[in-house]
């Protein structure tokens, strides 16, 4: 079809040359509008950076867990109960087979699927287990566990108002979504 018109405004006039023509040239300079290159990359955090975010999300989850564990009088301490996160949870369930159908991970692994502020932890002693986790209000939530002979089952919930733990950005964070936002401005 392209030869066809090719041909035919070879054998039309001038006019026809010149519209084939400024058409063409609207049509590649708007299919190219959407190409952008750039010469700069986009930004990127630093590992440094990267390390004290890790660090920065690690205390603060830790003054999440301390304020629940304070506001609702429980008694968790480190000699008495392991801590488990959810990344450890389903390490656990990968190295004992990984089995989908596995009650008594799922039955713990559910505990975990929650709107929070800091991460859902989970605290675990032989037979007994505490998932604790702060909603995003502020209240303090405990959710007691005991292992039954099929899977592990609530006992009880505690709920409680909690303080506002601050989470800040550090400035690395803060000029990396600066230099980010201006290099997609760019555009």
């Known amino acids: 079809m392209l030869n066809n018109m090719f041909i035919h405004i070879e054998s039309g006039d001038?006019?026809?040359k010149?519209?084939?023509?400024?058409?063409?040239?609207?049509?590649?300079?708007?299919?190219?509008?959407?190409?952008?290159?750039?010469?700069?990359?986009?930004?990127?955090?630093?590992?440094?950076?990267?390390?004290n975010m890790k660090q920065r999300d690690s205390d603060y989850n830790g003054a999440v867990m301390r304020d629940i564990i304070e506001s609702l009088d429980l008694e968790i301490d480190e000699q008495n109960?392991?801590?488990?996160?959810?990344?450890?949870?389903?390490a656990a369930n990968l190295i004992y087979g990984g089995r989908e159908v596995d009650e008594y991970y799922?039955?713990?692994?559910?505990?975990?699927?929650?709107?929070?502020?800091?991460?859902?932890?989970?605290?675990?002693?032989?037979?007994?287990?505490?998932?604790?986790?702060?909603?995003?209000?502020?209240?303090?939530?405990?959710?007691h566990l005991k292992l039954t002979d099929v899977k592990w089952k609530v006992i009880e919930r505690k709920k409680e108002k909690g303080n506002s733990v601050s989470y800040k950005l550090l400035k690395c964070e803060k000029d990396y979504l600066k230099a980010k936002n201006n290099y997609l401005n760019q555009q």
Do not use: M
């Open 81 to 90: 109960y392991y801590e488990v996160t959810d990344k450890d949870l389903y």
């Open 106 to 143: 799922q039955s713990l692994h559910k505990q975990f699927i929650v709107a929070s502020r800091g991460k859902p932890t989970l605290y675990i002693k032989p037979s007994e287990a505490y998932v604790l986790y702060k909603q995003p209000d502020n209240t303090n939530i405990a959710v």
């Open 14 to 16: 001038i006019l026809s």
């Open 18 to 51: 010149k519209t084939f023509i400024l058409i063409w040239g609207l049509t590649v300079c708007i299919f190219l509008k959407g190409v952008t290159i750039h010469a700069d990359e986009l930004p990127r955090l630093s590992s440094e950076c990267q390390e």
